[in-house]
């Protein structure tokens, strides 16, 4: 532990100077380096109960939950029950999408991959819970089709691992949250971890909180979590960081448990963080399945972000120095998650982290003047004095008035207009934001970029890990 406390110093000097004022209502953070291990808590688990905030409380995973369902698809692959490079429709019949050709073309990797093109990022079915709610989300998909034909992009896919949670609970027999506790929980020895929403009253959980009107105030959040039907891509699992460093170190150590029990092939673990899929993009890493591989700081972290409803979770391993980081913050303040972790790896590296991309002249093109549109958001860009200025708006999806209740409590505008600068041919950051702040992990995803048509692909805004196609 001596070669952990100066890094445990730094750590506990960063979190003593969060509070409301800055964005932060609570936050944890845990570290692993080989056998040596850390946790500091600062501030509110909870504001409507004034709940301290401690290093064994609870917190929504969000989306960190993708690598975890990619795990336990991946135990199913290496039984023999499941081929990455089948068609879904193998295993899920029933899946099906308004381009029928579309559909059939999905592969499982593609599920785990982001690269399956399937537009319905923010769907959210609430009105059935239990052990159906995985499948009434994928009857939904059959009136969804694909942004890009599939495999020919990267765009961010909650469905994909709804799918991939379908597989799951088919090739098991269990719903998801027994499934995932049976097949990873229990085996990895992350003894606290649970995808059952009503634990959360069984054990101190952490809420999020948003920003108010009021300087320096924050409010608690009033939508505990998103939906059941998206329990695979990150709405219901809870963790502490102590579970997410046993779950870590099992992939640091080839598959295999703290407790020496095999969870997965050395080969497969290996498979998940080798480069699969590259767009070249500084804001979108290469992925491997499940993880986004990100250099940073001279070396690369396997990593993924999750958000829950006013709360934010960071989940790396960085497998050249055997580290886990791992943290969460309540309230508006995501970027304090890149912080916590590039001052860890930093620390690993002894190099600073620098930003993704080369600086260079450029303005906006005034062909990018036009409109995009994806599932439940619509784009309208402008270009002014060499500057982008883009206009998104949801409209009311009337298919489901609950989604739009949702994503309101998860917050999420109804519309933005946000002026962006170019800061390289193509790339774009908000006006106003330097380049220091893209070379954490999140902070990297604010970047946008102009991606010219492709096979199999339209031109289009690429920009929080997401591809909005051109239209008309």
């Not at 000097?13 to 409301?20: E, F, R, T, V």
């Not at 949670?165 to 971890?193: K, S």
């Not at 870590?248 to 080969?267: C, F, I, K, M």
Request: glycine share 12%.
């Amino acid at each position: 532990m001596t070669a952990l406390n100066s890094l445990r110093d730094r750590i506990a000097g960063i979190l003593d100077a969060q509070s409301p004022a800055t964005g932060v209502a609570g936050a944890v953070i845990g570290v692993a380096v080989g056998g040596d291990q850390f946790s500091l808590a600062h501030g509110c688990a909870n504001l409507n109960t004034g709940q301290e905030f401690l290093t064994d409380t609870g917190w929504l995973l969000g989306s960190v939950t993708k690598v975890l369902t990619a795990t336990v698809l991946l135990r199913l692959v290496d039984a023999g029950a499941v081929d990455l490079d089948a068609p879904a429709r193998r295993y899920l019949p029933e899946f099906t999408l308004a381009e029928a050709d579309a559909a059939d073309a999905i592969t499982v990797r593609m599920l785990v991959n982001h690269t399956n093109g399937i537009d319905a990022d923010d769907l959210m079915p609430a009105s059935v819970r239990g052990r159906d709610a995985t499948r009434s989300y994928i009857s939904q998909l059959a009136d969804f089709g694909c942004v890009f034909e599939p495999g020919a992009g990267v765009h961010y896919s909650n469905p994909g691992f709804v799918l991939a949670a379908r597989i799951i609970e088919r090739c098991t027999g269990l719903p998801y949250e027994r499934a995932i506790q049976a097949e990873l929980f229990d085996l990895c020895g992350m003894t606290d971890a649970t995808a059952v929403q009503t634990q959360a009253f069984l054990r101190p959980t952490a809420i999020g909180a948003f920003a108010t009107d009021e300087p320096g105030k924050l409010r608690a959040t009033t939508l505990f979590s998103l939906p059941e039907s998206a329990g695979g891509a990150g709405a219901t699992p809870i963790v502490t960081v102590g579970d997410m460093i046993a779950f870590g170190r099992t992939h640091l150590a080839g598959g295999l448990a703290p407790d020496g029990r095999r969870v997965l092939s050395e080969q497969l673990v290996a498979e998940m963080q080798a480069k699969g899929v590259d767009l070249g993009l500084p804001q979108t890493p290469p992925m491997g399945l499940g993880w986004w591989l990100a250099p940073i700081a001279g070396t690369t972290a396997a990593w993924h972000g999750g958000g829950s409803p006013g709360g934010t979770s960071s989940f790396c391993i960085v497998p050249e120095h055997n580290a886990v980081v791992v943290s969460f913050v309540s309230g508006p303040n995501t970027l304090l998650n890149d912080t916590l972790h590039t001052t860890v790896i930093e620390h690993l590296t002894g190099r600073q982290a620098t930003p993704p991309f080369t600086p260079a002249s450029a303005s906006a093109d005034p062909e990018m003047a036009g409109e995009y549109a994806a599932f439940h958001r619509s784009v309208r860009t402008s270009c002014h004095d060499g500057e982008l200025i883009v206009r998104t708006t949801t409209p009311p999806y009337t298919a489901d008035e609950d989604l739009d209740r949702i994503l309101a409590a998860y917050g999420s505008p109804s519309s933005s207009t946000d002026t962006y600068t170019a800061v390289a041919p193509g790339l774009f950051l908000p006006k106003g934001v330097g380049s220091r702040h893209t070379t954490g992990f999140y902070g990297r995803t604010s970047l946008l970029a102009d991606l010219p048509a492709a096979p199999g692909r339209p031109r289009g805004l690429h920009t929080g890990l997401r591809f909005i196609p051109r239209v008309g």
